[in-house]
């Protein structure tokens, strides 16, 4: 899968006071670059140190080539990377945040494995959001 990177941050989740912010900040930048059509938007969680407790790359990307030059940006996610798929509870204000804390759970009773290549959360242009996990 080949994603346009639209903005990027460096951050933690555990020791990054700024954390929310940025999140903030990149997602309304990123926005005003989104194409007229709708299109999936994607959050991709990528370059980790280690594991989810230390520093990672997020980046807010879209699919497919630009038409714009070649200086754009672009993740090459491998096409063979397998993938644990978790569907947000888009009723609840924090789906997102409440299953990354599933996921985060899982992974501390042994119950996920996590590769920490690429993982995504997919929004969808309908509302749906979906989360993936690279898997090792």
């Known amino acids: 899968?080949?994603?346009?990177?639209?903005k990027s941050i460096r951050t933690n989740n555990f020791n990054d006071i700024y954390l929310v912010d940025k999140?903030?900040?990149?997602w309304r930048e990123a926005s005003t670059h989104l194409p007229q059509e709708k299109v999936a938007t994607y959050g991709v969680y990528h370059k980790y140190n280690s594991n989810y407790k230390g520093d990672y790359t997020?980046?807010?990307?879209?699919?497919?080539n630009s038409n714009s030059n070649n200086s754009d940006i672009?993740?090459?996610?491998?096409?063979?990377?397998?993938?644990?798929q978790f569907q947000v509870d888009c009723k609840d204000e924090l789906g997102v945040i409440n299953t990354w804390k599933k996921i985060w759970d899982l992974e501390e009773n042994g119950?996920?494995?996590?590769?920490?290549?690429?993982?995504?959360?997919?929004?969808?242009?309908?509302?749906?959001?979906?989360?993936?996990?690279?898997?090792?």
């Open 1 to 6: 899968m080949k994603l346009k990177i639209l």
């Open 23 to 26: 999140i903030q900040r990149i």
């Open 58 to 64: 997020l980046s807010i990307s879209i699919e497919g």
């Open 74 to 84: 672009t993740l090459n996610i491998p096409d063979d990377t397998k993938y644990k």
């Open 111 to 136: 119950e996920l494995n996590r590769a920490y290549s690429y993982d995504f959360e997919k929004y969808f242009p309908d509302g749906k959001i979906e989360i993936y996990i690279a898997l090792a």
